[in-house]
Protein backbone atom coordinates (compact mmCIF):
# COMPACT_ATOMS: atom_id res chain seq x y z
CA UNK A 1 0.00 0.00 0.00
CA UNK A 2 1.31 3.33 -1.25
CA UNK A 3 1.10 6.50 1.81
CA UNK A 4 2.67 10.05 1.60
CA UNK A 5 2.62 11.51 5.21
CA UNK A 6 3.51 15.17 5.90
CA UNK A 7 5.07 16.32 9.19
CA UNK A 8 6.53 19.92 9.96
CA UNK A 9 3.65 22.13 10.03
CA UNK A 10 2.67 24.23 13.25
CA UNK A 11 2.38 27.75 13.69
CA UNK A 12 5.05 30.62 13.64
CA UNK A 13 5.06 34.26 13.70
CA UNK A 14 5.98 36.01 10.02
CA UNK A 15 9.94 35.69 9.56
CA UNK A 16 9.96 32.37 11.07
CA UNK A 17 11.30 29.63 9.53
CA UNK A 18 9.46 25.90 8.86
CA UNK A 19 10.59 22.59 7.53
CA UNK A 20 7.96 20.24 6.19
CA UNK A 21 8.64 16.05 5.17
CA UNK A 22 6.58 14.34 3.01
CA UNK A 23 7.15 10.41 3.71
CA UNK A 24 6.42 7.97 1.37
CA UNK A 25 6.43 4.17 1.84
CA UNK A 26 4.72 1.71 -0.10
CA UNK A 27 5.87 0.62 -4.21
CA UNK A 28 6.79 4.39 -4.99
CA UNK A 29 10.19 5.30 -7.14
CA UNK A 30 12.45 7.42 -4.98
CA UNK A 31 13.22 9.99 -7.93
CA UNK A 32 9.41 10.12 -9.08
CA UNK A 33 8.30 13.47 -9.61
CA UNK A 34 7.02 14.86 -6.22
CA UNK A 35 4.81 18.37 -6.05
CA UNK A 36 3.80 20.32 -2.77
CA UNK A 37 0.85 21.99 -3.13
CA UNK A 38 -1.11 24.51 -0.71
CA UNK A 39 -4.94 25.30 0.07
CA UNK A 40 -6.11 28.26 2.08
CA UNK A 41 -9.43 28.66 3.63
CA UNK A 42 -11.80 29.92 0.86
CA UNK A 43 -9.19 29.50 -1.99
CA UNK A 44 -8.43 27.18 -4.32
CA UNK A 45 -5.71 24.67 -4.31
CA UNK A 46 -2.48 26.11 -5.30
CA UNK A 47 1.27 24.52 -6.92
CA UNK A 48 4.08 25.76 -4.71
CA UNK A 49 6.67 23.34 -5.96
CA UNK A 50 7.84 20.49 -7.63
CA UNK A 51 11.20 18.45 -7.71
CA UNK A 52 11.62 16.25 -10.98
CA UNK A 53 12.53 12.50 -11.30
CA UNK A 54 15.64 14.13 -13.06
CA UNK A 55 16.15 16.23 -9.95
CA UNK A 56 15.10 19.83 -11.44
CA UNK A 57 13.24 22.26 -9.07
CA UNK A 58 10.16 24.66 -10.03
CA UNK A 59 8.21 27.28 -7.77
CA UNK A 60 5.61 29.46 -7.84
CA UNK A 61 6.69 32.75 -9.28
CA UNK A 62 6.03 34.47 -5.39
CA UNK A 63 8.20 32.10 -3.81
CA UNK A 64 10.81 31.94 -5.18
CA UNK A 65 13.73 32.48 -3.06
CA UNK A 66 12.16 32.00 -0.24
CA UNK A 67 10.92 27.91 -0.28
CA UNK A 68 13.29 25.11 -1.59
CA UNK A 69 12.51 21.78 -2.33
CA UNK A 70 14.76 18.94 -1.99
CA UNK A 71 14.87 15.03 -1.72
CA UNK A 72 16.76 12.26 0.21
CA UNK A 73 16.41 9.11 -1.88
CA UNK A 74 17.99 7.14 1.18
CA UNK A 75 15.04 8.19 3.28
CA UNK A 76 12.38 8.44 0.19
CA UNK A 77 11.33 11.55 1.89
CA UNK A 78 10.74 15.32 -0.22
CA UNK A 79 11.72 18.25 1.87
CA UNK A 80 10.11 21.93 1.74
CA UNK A 81 11.86 24.20 3.65
CA UNK A 82 10.04 27.66 4.36
CA UNK A 83 11.91 30.69 5.06
CA UNK A 84 10.85 34.56 5.59
CA UNK A 85 7.05 32.99 6.05
CA UNK A 86 4.49 35.14 5.48
CA UNK A 87 1.31 35.44 6.82
CA UNK A 88 0.01 34.63 3.29
CA UNK A 89 1.92 31.17 3.64
CA UNK A 90 -1.27 30.29 6.21
CA UNK A 91 -2.54 26.91 4.28
CA UNK A 92 -2.74 23.46 5.00
CA UNK A 93 0.17 21.90 2.85
CA UNK A 94 -0.20 18.56 0.73
CA UNK A 95 2.48 16.13 -1.14
CA UNK A 96 1.06 14.76 -4.38
CA UNK A 97 3.10 12.40 -6.42
CA UNK A 98 0.94 11.73 -10.12
CA UNK A 99 2.37 8.24 -10.99
CA UNK A 100 1.31 6.69 -14.09
CA UNK A 101 -2.40 5.42 -13.03
CA UNK A 102 -2.59 6.70 -9.00
CA UNK A 103 -2.27 10.35 -8.00
CA UNK A 104 -1.19 10.09 -4.54
CA UNK A 105 -2.07 12.57 -1.52
CA UNK A 106 -0.79 12.96 1.81
CA UNK A 107 -3.31 13.88 4.30
CA UNK A 108 -1.90 17.72 5.20
CA UNK A 109 -0.06 19.45 7.18
CA UNK A 110 -1.18 22.72 8.43
CA UNK A 111 0.85 25.79 8.87
CA UNK A 112 -0.30 28.97 10.26
CA UNK A 113 1.56 31.98 9.90
CA UNK A 114 1.16 34.85 12.73
CA UNK A 115 1.27 39.06 11.33
Known amino acids: QVQLVESGGGLVQAGGSLRLSCAAS????????THWFRQAPGKQRELVATITSGGRTNYAGSLKGRFTISRDHNANTVYLQMNSLKPEDTAVYYC?????????WGQGTQVTVSS
Open 96 to 104: NVPTTGKDY
Open 26 to 33: GSIDSFAT
